[in-house]
C-alpha cells in the first residue's frame, strides 16, 4: 500500500515538473530563442570586427569612401568671369560634368545652353565651352536679331541647331582631323524661326528670295567678327544645309570665312 502511494507521488512530482517547464517555454517566443545576445559584427575588447564592414546600398558590395572625402576640383577663374558675363547677357544655361571622352575629345568645364539674349530659345539644348557660348549669345544679340529685325521686321523666336558637342572628326572621315565639335568649340545653325512665325531655312535661297538672301548673306559676314571659322552653303558639300560656326585657334589669329 506504501508503496503504491509513494509511486503515484513521483508521478505527480513528474507531472509538475513539466507543467513549469512548458510555462517557461511559453514566455520565451522562437524569435527570442533564435536572436544573438550581441549585435552582428560585435567582437571582444581587444578584437577586431567580426563579418563584413557596413556597405552603402547599390554599391554591389565594395565600400566607398564618404563624399566628403573627394576633393572637388577648382573651378578656373577665367571660367567663374565667363560664366558672370552669360548671366549678364541673359543667357539660360546651366553647368554640367566635364566630359572626357578620349581621344582627344571632351569638355572640362562645359554649359548647357537653351537660351540666348532677347528671349531666343536655343533647340535642342547645345552643350558647348562657355567661351563659345559667349561668343554665339554677343553674335546672336548684336548681329542675328537687328538683321532679322530690319529685313522682316521681327526678332528671333529660335534657333535650331544641329549639333553642339559632338566627339568625331571633320566630315566624320576616320583617321581625319578632330572636329572643333569634339571640344565643345563649335556649332551648326540649321533653321530659325521668327516671332512672326516665318521659318529661315539656311541652306540656299532661291531666285527671288530677296530678304531670305540677304539675311543669310549677312549672317555669314558679320559672324566673322566672333568666330575664327564660318562655313556654311556654297562653301562645299558637308555644309550644304548649315551654318558652322567655331572658335579653331590658328596662327596669328587668321580666320576662315567662306
Not at 521668327?194 to 540677304?214: A, C, H, T, W, Y
Request: hydrophobic share 35%; glycine share 10%.
Amino acid at each position: 500500500m506504501l508503496s503504491r502511494l509513494s509511486r503515484s507521488q513521483s508521478h505527480r512530482t513528474i507531472l509538475l515538473a513539466a507543467a513549469v517547464a512548458l510555462v517557461g517555454l511559453s514566455a520565451c517566443s522562437v524569435d527570442d530563442a533564435l536572436r544573438p545576445s550581441a549585435p552582428v559584427g560585435f567582437a571582444p575588447a581587444g578584437l577586431g570586427p567580426v563579418g563584413p564592414a557596413p556597405v552603402a546600398p547599390g554599391n554591389f558590395g565594395y565600400a566607398i569612401p564618404s563624399p566628403e572625402l573627394i576633393e572637388p576640383q577648382p573651378v578656373p577663374a577665367e571660367e567663374i568671369a565667363c560664366r558672370q558675363r552669360l548671366r549678364r547677357l541673359g543667357v539660360t544655361f546651366e553647368d554640367i560634368p566635364p566630359i572626357r571622352g578620349g581621344g582627344g575629345c571632351g569638355i572640362e568645364h562645359p554649359v548647357k545652353v537653351s537660351g540666348l539674349p532677347g528671349k531666343v530659345q536655343l533647340k535642342p539644348a547645345a552643350t558647348l565651352t562657355c567661351a563659345m557660348a559667349e561668343a554665339f549669345a554677343l553674335w546672336t544679340r548684336d548681329e542675328l536679331n537687328p538683321a532679322s529685325r530690319r529685313r522682316y521686321f521681327s526678332g528671333v523666336a529660335t534657333i535650331h541647331q544641329g549639333s553642339s558637342y559632338s566627339c568625331r572628326t571633320i566630315g566624320n572621315r576616320r583617321g581625319g582631323t578632330l572636329s572643333e565639335h569634339a571640344r565643345g568649340n563649335a556649332i551648326d545653325v540649321m533653321k530659325l524661326t521668327l516671332r512672326n512665325g516665318r521659318e529661315i531655312d539656311v541652306r540656299k535661297p532661291g531666285l527671288f528670295s530677296f530678304r531670305q538672301r540677304s539675311l543669310l548673306n549677312s549672317v555669314r559676314g558679320d559672324a566673322c567678327g566672333y568666330f575664327s571659322t564660318v562655313l556654311g552653303p556654297g562653301y562645299n558639300y558637308d555644309h550644304r544645309d548649315h551654318f558652322h560656326f567655331d572658335l579653331k585657334p590658328r596662327r596669328n589669329g587668321r580666320r576662315a570665312c567662306h
